[in-house]
């Protein structure tokens, strides 16, 4: 490969002190200055580490790894799906046209060791009249040319172990060793590609194993303790991480979670229940169990710098978990999975966090779209790093970014996503010094050069703009909708505080929010705040005051209708609106009028037909008995809020 200037190995330099302090009173100055006549020096390298729970480059400067997951190397295939058809330049490209800066790539042990042993595909699954840039080559060989790829369009790469053996249900298997494969040539495989590309800050992290698991009456199964058990993949996350570190001390490391975890006074002898069937075991996703870094945390040693941890989690429409039964949001989401399992980790400042994998299925399941949305208003409001799951079209479970012509792309999907993608003053952002993300020519991203303007900034401690003047969108008998316009910073907003009456009631991404809850015929004043990266909070937009009508939601004919919006950002929303009989009798259809602003575009709606500003029931939810509810959802692009005007039903 043509490294250029990607060759060479060293450690990151320490900035003293007094340095430090310089490059800052530097920094201030030079702030009205462009990026290009910053005083500073652009950082060579790329590596980064970690400063309490947040990333950085070797100059200090925080970045945000935003990215996605592309599987195929990790399968019998050995090659990427997906290039059976579509064309890998073009997949690669656009992807970080649209704001990928990082790819997680699932591999295999095995295919690490056949690497290693000099073993390679010479004629893999690949479409040479789709991709007449790899005619020729054998699967290392298109990893290879892949890599210079991302390079020249300023993405990073993460590698994954996802399994030990190249099978597409490898990750089933719920330990790191399985079968000829052992734990000692689980580190062997490690250090030999660390080795290979030491020297090339396109791979930027390495993700020790995919989805531990197992639980405790089903061995084997991964635990989480202090021991130096087989089957401890604390244990193994660091011996693994120590051995790469030795060779390349820049490479991130990620330890994901494990499945099962000892409730208080219980251990890893316990029965899974006790003769009562009382729980001796707190249970989460394969991978999403992170309660154990609490009592015993993973230790690098002296590079302790380059750790993150890296939690999965998914929606219903993967696993029907207990907290999915009933009504469930955001908040409760959070305070009963996500800060026990390993929220905490970065709200107590231990480490990062990457999300490695989330995502699934838009528009089949209204608890699927809000368990999305509420994960990834969580990633934009902590700023939690994350690889989305996933680009592929044929992940049975998920679906992808990508449809199946492995060309088009999901919008609807993609525009959820989008507020999760690190963007500054309307761009995406490489983790490239030099490199913008979607490469030299451009016009849709920065490097960090563009946004650091060269070398360390000593912190930011510049405020955002307060947010333009928010404005009521709509009313019910219990809400209140807003919207608002976009603050500046000088590294970028990262969040929305909405306030009522001086007390903060939301975080949000996006510049709509819609309060709830409300009492009728009440006015309600508001304001909104900007926050930064940095936590620097702006000052406060003006106010506005929002009155809610006398009567319940777009009431009317038998019905009312009640719009709640479950997701907004930057550029669309995505509402769920709660239809209720109030009637004596059993409808037979319904139907909701909803006012649309010239501004916005519904680009998908379910559990419902819609003919221009009117929805009506689908098959499945038209009859409903008195004082039952249905609900619609829908997702929205452009500007504004949809409102509900009115809604009927009709009886037999």
């Excluded at 995919?210 to 635990?223: D, I, L, S, V, Y």
Aim: aromatic content about 10%; some cysteine.
């Amino acid at each position: 490969m043509a490294l250029s200037r990607k060759a060479g190995i060293r450690r990151r330099l320490r900035i003293p002190l007094a340095l430090a302090t310089l490059a800052t009173t530097l920094a201030a100055g030079a702030a009205v200055l462009a990026p290009t006549t910053a005083a500073a020096a652009v950082p060579e390298k790329d590596w980064l580490h970690v400063q309490g729970n947040k990333v950085v480059d070797e100059a200090g400067n925080e970045v945000w790894l935003t990215g996605v997951n592309w599987f195929g190397f990790n399968a019998s295939e050995r090659v990427f799906h997906g290039l059976w058809s579509g064309n890998i330049t073009t997949i690669t490209k656009g992807m970080a046209d649209r704001g990928i800066n990082l790819v997680r790539v699932p591999i295999s042990t095995q295919l690490l060791l056949e690497w290693k042993n000099g073993q390679t595909v010479a004629a893999p699954n690949v479409n040479t009249y789709a991709n007449p840039e790899l005619a020729g080559k054998n699967n290392l060989q298109i990893w290879d040319y892949w890599l210079q790829l991302c390079e020249q369009y300023g993405i990073k790469v993460m590698l994954d172990v996802h399994s030990a053996e190249a099978d597409n249900s490898g990750h089933i298997h719920p330990v790191w060793w399985k079968g000829s494969i052992t734990v000692e040539q689980f580190y062997q495989a490690w250090e030999w590609v660390t080795n290979r590309y030491k020297t090339n800050d396109t791979i930027v992290a390495m993700d020790i194993k995919n989805e531990p698991h197992g639980t405790p009456n089903q061995p084997p199964r991964a635990k989480w303790d202090n021991s130096t058990d087989q089957d401890n993949f604390k244990y193994a996350c660091e011996t693994a991480g120590k051995r790469i570190l030795a060779i390349n001390p820049n490479v991130l490391i990620l330890c994901e979670g494990i499945e099962v975890y000892p409730r208080p006074g219980e251990t890893w002898s316990s029965p899974n229940t006790d003769p009562d069937l009382t729980p001796n075991y707190f249970y989460n996703w394969w991978g999403g169990n992170l309660r154990g870094v609490r009592d015993y945390p993973v230790n690098l040693g002296a590079n302790q710098d380059q750790l993150m941890y890296s939690p999965h989690d998914y929606g219903p429409l993967v696993y029907e978990q207990p907290w999915f039964q009933g009504t469930f949001d955001k908040t409760s989401l959070t305070n009963d999975v996500w800060r026990p399992n390993w929220l905490y980790i970065h709200e107590n400042g231990t480490a990062p966090l990457l999300i490695g994998e989330w995502g699934g299925r838009l528009g089949q399941d209204a608890r699927q779209d809000k368990w999305m949305t509420a994960l990834r208003d969580l990633i934009v409001q902590y700023r939690l790093h994350q690889t989305f799951w996933v680009l592929n079209p044929n992940s049975g479970d998920t679906g992808g970014l990508l449809l199946d012509d492995w060309a088009t792309w999901d919008t609807a999907k993609y525009n959820l996503l989008k507020p999760a993608l690190w963007q500054h003053q309307g761009k995406f952002v490489s983790l490239d010094h030099q490199v913008r993300l979607g490469g030299a020519t451009s016009s849709t991203g920065y490097n960090l050069a563009d946004v650091y303007g060269g070398g360390g900034t000593g912190g930011d401690t510049i405020a955002p703009s307060a947010p333009g003047n928010p404005s009521v969108t709509g009313v019910t008998s219990s809400s209140v909708s807003l919207s608002w316009g976009a603050a500046t910073d000088n590294v970028g907003v990262t969040a929305y505080e909405v306030y009522r009456a001086g007390t903060k009631v939301a975080t949000v991404s996006g510049l709509t929010y819609t309060d709830t809850g409300l009492s009728a015929s009440t006015a309600y004043q508001y304001t909104v705040r900007a926050r930064d990266a940095a936590g620097n909070v702006s000052a406060a937009s003006a106010a506005v005051t929002g009155t809610t009508s006398g009567g319940g939601g777009g009431g009317g004919s038998g019905c009312t209708a009640t719009l709640r919006v479950t997701g907004s950002w930057q550029g669309g929303m995505q509402g769920e609106v709660t239809v209720t009989n109030t009637s004596t009798m059993t409808s037979a259809a319904w139907s909701v009028v909803l006012n649309i602003p010239a501004t916005l575009t519904i680009s998908n709606l379910w559990n419902g037909n819609r003919t221009g500003n009117t929805v009506t029931n689908a098959p499945h939810n038209g009859s409903l008995a008195p004082s039952t509810s249905t609900t619609f959802g829908f997702v929205a692009s452009g500007s504004g809020t949809v409102t509900v005007t009115s809604c009927a039903i009709a009886v037999p």
